[in-house]
């Protein structure tokens, strides 16, 4: 699908899921889960079931094979050893979506897992006042080897240049924002309790 104004496939994502990523980034910011430690808990169990969905997509695959700047990706192992570096057991997981690397979802998905890595940086600040980093409690905010912008221009590299039939380009938009909708879901004011 082109379209003059965003011409590469990254760049259409960004826009047509940018709505979706300013309510998470508001829901992030303004519920106080960065204010005390079981607000924090209740991110970081809304972060497990996330990686639980994308876990699967970096094992290896044609798509993989396709976009090797994912290579080395996920983070559901660090989420799980925050949770306990705060005395906390993870969630079990087994009523997490499925999402096959095959379904052209997938790469939306991927995406929202791989540029949450840019917002992590300043959720790793906010941490801090928690006592908290990324040796305790918040490993999979670290920044990943060789750096965040690095990995993200990668990606996106990489994602811009997948082979794709345009009418997969709608699976990917409708992945990304299933992947926003589950964190507006489970962060939104209504249901935090802590």
């Not at 169990?45 to 996920?74: C, I, K, M, N, T």
């Not at 057991?89 to 379904?103: E, K, N, Q, S, Y």
């Not at 949450?116 to 409690?137: F, V």
């Not at 990606?155 to 240049?161: E, I, K, P, T």
Request: aromatic share 6%.
């Amino acid at each position: 699908m082109f379209d003059a104004a965003h011409p590469s496939r990254s760049a259409r994502l960004r826009h047509a899921t940018r709505a979706a990523h300013e309510r998470v980034d508001a829901l992030v910011g303004d519920t106080g889960l960065f204010r005390h430690r079981a607000g924090y808990l209740r991110f970081l169990r809304v972060q497990h079931r996330f990686h639980a969905v994308v876990r699967p997509l970096y094992d290896p695959s044609p798509l993989l094979r396709a976009w090797p700047a994912l290579a080395g990706g996920g983070r559901l192992e660090a989420v799980a050893a925050d949770l306990r570096d705060l005395g906390a057991a993870p969630d079990a997981v087994a009523a997490v979506p499925a999402i096959l690397p095959g379904d052209p979802a997938a790469i939306g998905w991927l995406y929202c897992a791989e540029g949450s890595l840019l917002g992590a940086a300043i959720l790793l600040k906010r941490a801090a006042a928690l006592a908290i980093d990324e040796h305790r409690g918040a490993r999979h905010l670290a920044a990943p080897e060789g750096g965040r912008g690095r990995r993200w221009a990668a990606v996106v590299a990489g994602l811009d240049a997948l082979d794709l039939p345009p009418e997969h380009e709608q699976r990917c938009i409708a992945g990304a924002l299933a992947a926003f909708a589950l964190f507006e879901t489970g962060l939104s004011p209504a249901r935090n309790v802590a």
